[in-house]
């Protein structure tokens, strides 16, 4: 990893962490950062972080036995950024599966909006990277590849949203 990348790795996390709080307040009804739920969505968001607790400790034992595999085709930080997107999946899956995982001042229609947005955004960095060939370089993925995987993470949340708000419209017919 080069210096220029070992540098822009954190003030891309700035830079994140500030983009969250932006889109946070700009989803929620009352233009707070923080998301409110009533006692049920708590405990199913509990079990979700419990359950996704798990499915990244089993992640992670399992990378642990793929990391022992010479030259893998990925860079080693990359499959730990995985985790993350991992768990997150998991933890919001569950809770959307489960009625729990929209708050209570939350714009639903803002929040479907932006989801698209930061799918489709990391979509396009992945694609540019694609195509300029920096996405896999000498037969490993590279950083880019955190991008794709983030855009994969929130169209299969989508999809699961979608899925849910189905199968809630036929119990409702």
């Not at 220029?4 to 830079?15: D, E």
């Not at 036995?65 to 985790?83: K, Q, W």
């Not at 694609?127 to 590849?145: E, H, T």
Request: net charge positive; glycine share 8%; with cysteine.
């Amino acid at each position: 990893m080069n210096t220029a990348m070992a540098a822009g790795i954190p003030v891309g996390i700035a830079v994140g962490i500030i983009l969250v709080v932006i889109i946070l307040r700009f989803i929620n009804r009352n233009k707070k950062v923080t998301t409110e739920y009533d006692e049920r969505q708590k405990q199913i968001r509990g079990e979700g972080y419990k359950i996704a607790f798990f499915a990244v400790l089993l992640y992670e034992a399992v990378m642990c036995a793929v990391s022992l595999i010479p030259d893998l085709p990925v860079e080693p930080y990359i499959l730990h950024a995985f985790a993350i997107f991992f768990g997150v999946l998991v933890q919001v899956c569950y809770c959307i599966w489960k009625g729990a995982y929209i708050g209570q001042n939350t714009n639903l229609p803002r929040f479907i909006v932006m989801m698209t947005i930061i799918s489709l955004f990391n979509l396009g960095i992945a694609f540019v990277a694609w195509r300029k060939g920096f996405l896999i370089i000498d037969g490993k993925l590279q950083a880019q590849a955190i991008n794709l995987v983030c855009g994969l993470m929130f169209a299969v949340i989508g999809v699961v949203g979608l899925i849910r708000k189905l199968t809630d419209r036929e119990e409702e017919a």
